[in-house]
């Protein structure tokens, strides 16, 4: 025997792959052992890497008998029981061949005793077994069921059979994750039909996947002539005989081979899948509004599962009626765990073998009214009645009430089915009678002789609970005799009633029994019962376990703290620091607060700032608290177990469970105060009121942000803890290797990983580039086409991509999040080739008119669409209704913000899905629709092109790829009837299934440049957000019509702003020219406002006509308020400059007329004092500096009786950042304007670019023609004639010694706008705002210098010190000639 387990150990471990024999070792270190054993070392089972050492390893460290049991144990917690199996029927075999080897037994009597000694030696190995299990043993095995061993083989042979005709060996037991499930396969490009049965569990799930419920009647059947071949030949020989055709002789008839039915392919999938693929399907066949497995017998011994895990994601939505006295009021239920919910729970069971109601059929008909089969029923293929799978197996379904008065019952309720005969599942019969608030009996009452019915006494007396109300359905019955009996048991005879009156019956009988049963009882508590059973719980594995154990330990954190209050407490590096780090990010791009610094010292100061808050950030990595340092703890990866993946998924439904409440009642506050403000609004009303409820909103906004709380979160702060590190060079710390690591792995595990965090809005550039990096490491540089999905909110997006793909974006169900996710598909190998990539990266928005704070700008809102547009090799846009006008804005913003930044040379592809808009079937009809679509696109891309002077765009098709025939299409609505209770449209399906195909037919004709590899998409997300955050002007216009409408203002506003600017400057001439002809000794500040008002009312009054009178006044709305503020900022900037500048000359008037009268005493005493040197007979020769020192002395003794005892200190005038503010104001709708003044100095003397500077019409530009001689002859002179205005206003400015104003700039923007416009009016060409701007920098630049010398003058000319000092040198120069002059005379 020792040599027989020695030799057949080692085989049964070489069958488990590298994976399987990974979850083996980790089971073996875990399992619990009997008393006196211990476990294994973890060093000695690392180098046991072979299944023969690790065999060896197990039999020296437990003994042969001992090794026998752990092994066995440890297979079936890896949910390998048929290796198990094996090992029992082996010691079987052993233990009967050496019962033989003593003594030869004679023929017969082995014969006859062989079976019945192997039943008892499996016994005893079962017992034997028992025996060596440590007490509280988690194992558990089935009593075995009251069918023969030849039955039990046959039956596991019928299944390994159907696995092999399925071809899915590979995937027995539970090995079919969700990544083989999710696969991109040729099959998506099909029509889903299988050609064999082995394609059938593909078909099945992309039907599934599709939520077609027409999976139910999917099956192979072999065609005529395959099934006729074998008697073809016969056939042929006797077509000549008329009679022989119309009679069948004995033999001819072939019999037609049994297809498999769609149940076993249901079950055979569920019983290969793992954990998370059956949560899937379950949800699934949940949302096709299909019953569900509820109790699985094993298709390979008698256990009994209830995969309680997996139906812990089924959600289910209803709404209920409460009679309150006179009152009713609708409770709703949105989106609940139906495993958490109480439900009264109704089953139905047969008795007997034949019975030929179903009660499927009863089923559907109380469900639905027999509009949808949610269970399925023999009489969907009366040819095909063999179902293998379904004996013993109980299905559940809920009855979800809509609230309706038309609903069967006012609650929910859970209705199970037992298949098969109770008499012969007991134990599912009697666990369903335990749980059942209403028990329902299927019986057939065959009468004997003597009238009474032939019954299983003894199985029925099991259902008769005084307790428990009970429902017997005699189906050979019409009427029954009313006898007294409790009050809770009714009988039915349901013979020769119809579907409706028998559904009618019940559900009177049903809704009486219900008011007194027992209290309602949920899934989990339904668990709890079942473990007396002995029946498998999956949630028992040790690996959920530590999962919920790790999940519960992080909730158990999160409640110490107010929901509000966790993400400032417990998730710091997301919060303020991180968006104070995004604000300085982009200002540092935009500068639209720079103010009078300029732009390298605006931009040096930014960078200190970022660097400053990412320290802050690190001081806090470097002190992480509790919750992370268990968060990143749990998300260790454990390839084995996936554990982290179960943990995620607990941790998500725990926050859910936790924030529910609260975030239910914010949003009830939010939705009251939002419609009080908009029903105001209606009115006009000016009150106080709105003023105050926006506020309120504002608040509410924010604390349902502050409030909103899932894994992404905690996954979100993982990656501000990269950044941190990263940015502070601390890369020998341990989480800098090891947090990319994990979210890497999440990522390729199906996990979806934000790309924009929406609470920001930004992109964390550093932390998605590691991510990448890691991926790539770990699947290889990859190439991945991207598909963007560009959607508003409650518009079927998420549902349309999980139609699709499979895909759920959020870990939580509860969706207010907002920004970007990207989720990772494999493509099938054979597949890659054909289509040119590798996997399928899906990149979906979230939070497109979202619940957002009322003053956050939309400009978030048109990066986002932007972004994701410019991401994608392909953008879906999906719309709810049959146009565009919700979603237009953003759309159109994107095309015109894809104009400006020429510089990624993208050209994406777009589709349409207009959700719950069946396509006409009328051609012409359709055409049109779709010519209306084309026309609308078109128009946009005409407009943004002209706003940008894009003369060769013409078309939507020029910015994004569209074709009218393939890229439009319209879905379905998504349900057949009305919900809770209604299934999934099957043309919502088909529609799904068409999208799919052309997404992949788009991907295969995308040329294969335009697909990137990993490495490559990481640096494309790079460019595409550096462009997005430098452009500063776009994305604050809700469409390009305001954009042109608020150009086409601030045209006229500019002229109307110089007009109040040369207004000023003639003033300040007037006013200067009094002080120096001494008509005013002071300027009063009112006179100056004065006069300034004067034309400031003027100018008002036309900018409140235009908003009053323009075409597109309401427009340009908004925007009133920031027109007119900017005008009352510039006249009072006005106003100070005018009396700043008069002060200065009248001080710099009042020190000349002093220093004339004290130049004669300064003169005067210095001769004295030269005089006094000669008279006293020394020497008049001085050197210079004698002279000096004596003229310092009697000017320090006169000067100081000139100066005024306090000067005003005022700034200088700053040139340079005064030409860098109005160019980055004047033309802000300029790409890139930031970098061009910034780099000015750089750049080579202007000289005209015709291909950049020159704009022909668009009707013209078709065929691209060239600028005429005679128009570069216009273009030239233009140029020249406004270098020649500009150099002559210069020079009339610095003769007129009035200093320096800003506005002098403002006035060769005048001349280049009136020049250029005069020039070119009449004209088929006009000069481009690129040939304004490159002009202005370069006339700014030569007029700066200019400007500087004009303003260092004034300042000599006027400021009391400077003109003192420039007179000092002017008098010594003159008292040093007059003493030469009397040296020589001397």
């Known amino acids: 025997m020792e040599c027989n387990w020695e030799a057949f150990l080692p085989n049964i471990l070489e069958d488990l792959t590298e994976e399987e024999m990974g979850k083996f070792k980790y089971q073996l270190k875990n399992i619990t052992l009997a008393k006196d ?29 001992y090794s026998k049991t752990v092994t066995h144990d440890v297979l079936i917690a890896i949910n390998q029981r048929n290796l198990a199996e094996m090992i029992i029927s082996k010691m079987v075999k052993s233990e009967t061949s050496m019962g033989k080897s003593g003594k030869k037994p004679n023929k017969r009597k082995q014969d006859n005793e062989t079976k019945p000694d192997e039943a008892k030696l499996s016994k005893k190995i079962q017992n034997l077994i028992f025996s060596m299990k440590p007490s509280g043993s988690t ?56 050609t064999a049965e082995r394609e059938l569990p593909y078909c099945f799930l992309e039907k599934l996947l599709a939520l077609d419920y027409n999976l139910r009647f999917l099956v192979y059947r072999k065609t005529i002539s395959n099934l006729s071949q074998a008697v073809t030949i016969e056939s042929e020989r006797n077509l000549s005989k008329f009679e022989g055709f119309f009679m069948i002789k004995e033999g001819h008839s072939a019999p037609i081979p049994t297809c498999i039915h769609p149940m076993d392919i249901q079950m055979a999938i569920f019983h290969c899948a793992d954990d998370f693929t059956r949560q899937f399907i379950l949800t699934k066949l949940s949302i096709c509004q299909f019953a569900l497995p509820f109790l699985v017998p094993n298709p390979h011994s008698s256990q009994v599962e209830i995969p309680l895990w997996s139906l812990g994601q089924i959600r289910k939505s209803w709404k209920e009626v409460e009679k309150l006295g006179w009152e009713t009021k609708i409770k709703n239920y949105d989106n609940q765990p139906i495993s958490l919910q109480p439900t009264h729970i109704v089953s139905f069971i ?29 009489y969907f293929g009366k040819n095909n009645k063999n179902c293998l799978l379904m004996a013993g197996m109980v299905e559940i379904c809920w009855f979800c009430p809509g609230g309706r008065a038309e609903d069967r019952f006012e609650n929910c309720i859970a209705f199970t089915n037992l298949h098969g005969n109770a008499e012969i599942h007991e134990k599912q019969a009697k666990f369903l009678h335990e749980v059942s608030s209403v028990t329902v009996l299927l019986l057939s009452a065959s009468e004997n002789g003597s009238g009474s019915a032939k019954m299983n006494t003894s199985t029925l007396h099991k259902f008769w609970n005084p307790h428990k109300p009970l429902i017997c359905l005699f189906e050979n019955v019409e009427n029954i005799l009313d006898e007294k009996y409790a009050p809770n048991k009714v009988r039915i005879g349901i013979k020769n009633l119809n579907k409706v009156e028998l559904a009618d019956k019940i559900t009177a009988t049903l809704a009486q029994l219900l008011k007194e049963s027992a209290s309602p009882c949920s899934l989990n508590n339904c668990a709890n019962i079942a473990r007396n059973y002995g029946f498998i719980i999956d949630e028992d594995q040790r690996h959920l376990k530590e999962a919920g154990r790790k999940a519960n330990s992080i909730v158990d954190l999160l409640r110490k703290v107010k929901l509000s209050q966790i993400k400032e407490n417990l998730l710091p590096l997301q ?46 990595v470097v002190h992480l608290n509790g919750l992370m340092e268990s968060f990143l703890q749990s998300l260790q990866s454990h390839p084995e177990t996936h554990t982290e993946l179960y943990f995620l998924q607990r941790l998500s439904l725990l926050i859910e469970e936790l924030t529910k409440t609260d975030l239910e009642n914010l949003h009830q506050r939010h939705h009251f105060l939002l419609t009080q403000v908009q029903t105001e609004k209606l009115k006009q009303s000016k009150t106080g009121s709105i003023r105050r409820w926006e506020a309120d909103l504002e608040a509410i906004s924010r604390e349902i942000c502050d409030s909103t709380l899932a894994p992404e979160h905690l996954l979100r702060e993982l990656g501000q803890i990269y950044e941190a590190l990263e940015e502070t060079s601390s890369q020998t710390n341990p989480l800098y290797l090891s947090v990319p690591q994990i979210a890497a792995d999440l990522m390729v595990s199906g996990v979806p990983i934000e790309l924009m965090d ?37 518009s079927g997006k998420s549902t349309l991509l999980h139609a699709m793909f499979g895909l759920q974006f959020s870990l939580g169900t509860r969706k207010y999040n907002q920004g970007a996710y990207m989720q990772l598909l494999k493509v099938e190998e054979i597949f890659r080739e054909e289509v040119g990539f590798d996997f399928l990266l899906v990149v979906d928005s979230e939070g497109l008119k979202a619940l957002q704070p009322m003053n956050k700008a939309r400009s978030k809102e048109n990066e986002l669409a932007t972004f994701i547009t410019a991401l994608g090799n392909l953008t879906l846009v999906n719309i709810w209704g049959p146009n565009l006008s919700e979603i237009q804005d953003v759309l159109q913003i994107a095309v015109h913000a894809f104009l400006r930044m020429k510089q990624l040379n993208t050209t994406p592809g777009c ?82 299934q068409q999208l799919k195909s052309r997404i992949l037919k788009f991907a295969k004709e995308e040329s294969k440049e335009s697909i990137l590899k990993i490495s490559e998409f990481k640096v494309r997300i790079w460019d595409l957000w550096k462009a997005l955050v430098k452009e500063n002007f776009i994305f604050r216009f809700k469409n390009t019509q305001e954009v042109v409408a608020v150009a086409k203002l601030e045209t006229t506003y500019n002229a109307w702003t110089w007009e109040l600017r040369n207004y000023v400057l003639d003033l300040q001439n007037q006013l200067i020219k009094q002080i120096w002809n001494e008509l005013a000794q002071e300027i009063p500040r009112s006179s100056v406002e004065c006069q300034v008002v004067r034309k400031y009312e003027a100018i008002k009054q036309e900018l409140e006509k235009y908003f009053r009178e323009d075409q597109d006044r309401d427009t340009l709305a908004p925007w009133r308020r920031k027109f007119e503020d900017d005008l009352k900022t510039l006249k009072k900037e006005l106003v100070v400059e005018t009396i700043r500048k008069c002060e200065d000359v009248i001080n710099g008037k009042k020190i000349q007329d002093l220093i004339k009268v004290q130049k004669g005493k300064i003169e005067h005493k210095l001769q004295e004092k030269f005089r006094e040197l000669s008279m006293s007979g020394k020497s008049t020769v001085l050197h210079e500096k004698e002279l000096r020192d004596m003229f310092h002395k009697i000017w320090s003794e006169n000067i100081s009786t000139v100066l005024p005892p306090s000067l005003p200190i005022a700034d200088d005038p700053n040139v340079d950042v005064d030409l860098e503010n109005i160019l980055l104001e004047h033309f ?46 216009i273009i030239m002179n233009t140029t020249t004639q406004i270098m020649k205005v500009v150099k002559e206003t210069i020079n009339i400015r610095e003769q007129s010694s009035q200093g320096y104003s800003s506005s002098y700039f403002h006035e060769i923007l005048q001349v280049i706008d009136t020049q250029t416009a005069a020039a070119t009016q009449g004209l088929t060409f006009v000069l481009s705002n690129r040939y304004k701007l490159e002009l202005a920098l370069e006339l700014f630049q030569e007029a700066a210098s200019s400007f500087k010398r004009m303003c260092a003058a004034f300042k000599r000319a006027n400021n009391p010190v400077l003109y003192l000092e420039g007179q000092k040198e002017e008098i010594f120069n003159n008292f040093k000639l007059s003493c030469q002059n009397c040296s020589n005379i001397h």
Not at 37 to 65: D, V
Not at 936 to 953: F, I, N, T
Not at 1239 to 1254: A, C, E, G, L
């Open 37 to 65: 054993y211990s476990h294994i070392k973890r060093g000695t089972l690392q180098k046991a890497n072979t299944a023969a050492l690790l065999a060896e390893t197990l039999i020296q460290h437990y003994g042969e008998e």
């Open 139 to 194: 194992t558990h095995w089935a009593k075995p069921q009251t069918i023969n061993d030849t039955e039990e083989t046959n039956k596991n042979q019928c299944f390994n059979d159907l696995i092999q005709r399925l071809n899915l060996e590979c995937y027995y037991a539970k090995k079919m994750t969700k990544v083989h499930f999710l696969l991109i396969k040729k099959i998506s490009f099909l029509d889903i039909q299988p």
């Open 350 to 378: 047969r008795i007997g073998n034949f019975v030929s109601t179903s009660k499927s059929q009863i089923l559907n008909f109380l469900l639905s009214k027999g509009k949808h089969d949610h269970f399925f029923h023999n």
């Open 575 to 620: 919060g303020q620091l991180w968006h104070d780090w995004c604000k300085k990010d982009q200002e540092f791009y935009q500068l639209r607060e720079k103010g009078n610094k300029n732009i390298e010292q605006y931009k040096n100061e930014i960078e200190k700032e970022k660097q400053n808050i990412r320290w802050e950030q690190y001081h806090k």
């Open 758 to 794: 929406g609470d920001a809005s930004y992109v964390p550039l550093k932390w998605v580039a590691a991510v990448f990096d890691k991926v790539s490491e770990k699947l290889g540089d990859k190439k991945v086409f991207v598909l963007s999905v560009l959607g508003l909110q409650n």
């Open 911 to 992: 589709l349409f899905v207009h959700q719950n808009t069946e396509e006409t079937i009328d051609t012409n009809q359709s055409l049109a629709k779709r010519q209306q679509l084309q026309e609308k696109l078109d128009g946009m891309a005409l407009a943004a092109a002209r706003c940008e002077q894009c003369s060769d765009v013409h078309c939507f098709s020029d910015v994004i790829k569209f074709d009218i025939r393939t890229h439009i299409h319209y879905f379905a609505h998504l349900w057949e009837g009305y919900p809770p209770m209604a299934p999934p449209n099957p043309c919502y399906s088909h529609n799904v």
């Open 1228 to 1273: 802000k709708q300029q790409p890139h304007i930031v970098s061009k003044i910034r780099y000015r100095d750089t750049k080579k003397p202007f000289s005209i670019n015709y291909s950049k500077h020159v704009i022909t019409s668009q009707k013209s530009q078709v065929n691209a023609p060239s600028v005429e001689d005679f128009e570069k002859d």
